[in-house]
């Protein structure tokens, strides 16, 4: 059984252009939820996605979005990048019936 | 999600206990107690969870008092590999909903000493 996995494991952008990023959930799950973590920090939600469909958001800007595949790997898109949204992005899966969430190994994202 | 309270920051010894407090007052009935911990720039890493009884498995033990307003994490023997960042996390009933977020605090810094 694989574990969650993400790509790429670092980024580096400038300000202003705009990063996908990419997690493939455990085999067996049908949920993906996304998670940013600036320097210090803990975890902070930004949204779930549910048999591709959004199942809930954070208190983040539109400019921050997903999606989630029909084999339930998923994508968070960021346009517009600021200097603030250099953090560690996490992915976690989770299955219905049972819902921990299980987290991916995090991409950093550093934006000059 | 009810609020949680944790020490900062906490020492323990090699091979002995870890015991890790935490503090949810305002749990609700339905309501899990969920502990995570994240080493270094690594993803957070599941420990245990519970609803009102007291968990084990091959990680940690969860005791979670009878009225839930708090929970104690404990690794039995810890290694200087448990140092890492722990948190407690109160999350919504399993089940859709609401309560498909966890909600992060700062966390306990746990130093596990040689």
């Known amino acids: 059984e694989t574990g969650v996995t993400q790509s790429p494991t670092h980024l580096i952008k400038t300000r202003g252009q705009q990063v996908t990023l990419r997690c493939s959930s455990q085999?067996?799950?049908?949920?993906v939820s996304w998670y940013q973590q600036a320097l210090g920090q803990g975890p902070q939600f930004i949204f779930q996605?549910?048999?591709?469909?959004?199942?809930g958001r954070g208190n983040f800007p539109p400019r921050f979005s997903g999606l989630q595949f029909p084999n339930y790997s998923s994508e968070l898109n960021v346009n517009a990048l600021e200097l603030d949204d250099s953090a560690l992005y996490l992915c976690?899966?989770?299955?219905?019936?049972?819902?921990?969430?299980?987290f991916g190994p995090g991409t950093r994202l550093l934006v000059l | 999600d009810a609020k949680t309270t944790q020490p900062p920051s906490m020492d323990c010894a090699e091979g002995r206990a870890a015991n890790l407090p935490c503090n949810h007052s305002?749990?609700?009935?339905?309501?899990?107690v969920y502990w995570y911990r994240q080493i270094h720039s690594q993803g957070p890493q599941y420990i245990i969870h519970?609803?009102?009884n007291n968990e084990t498995n091959e990680m940690a033990s969860l005791i979670i008092t009878e009225d839930r307003k708090s929970s104690t994490l404990i690794l039995p023997h810890a290694t200087l590999r448990d140092t890492a960042v722990y948190y407690c996390?109160?999350?919504?009933?399993?089940?859709?909903?609401?309560?498909?977020?966890?909600?992060f605090g700062k966390g306990t810094l746990l130093t596990v000493n040689p």
């Open positions: 996390i109160v999350r919504g009933g399993h089940g859709g909903g609401s309560n498909y977020k966890l909600t």
């Open positions: 996605y549910y048999r591709e469909e959004e199942n």
């Open positions: 519970g609803l009102k």
């Open positions: 305002t749990i609700s009935g339905n309501e899990y």
């Open positions: 085999s067996g799950h049908n949920t």
């Open positions: 976690a899966s989770s299955g219905r019936g049972q819902e921990t969430q299980y």
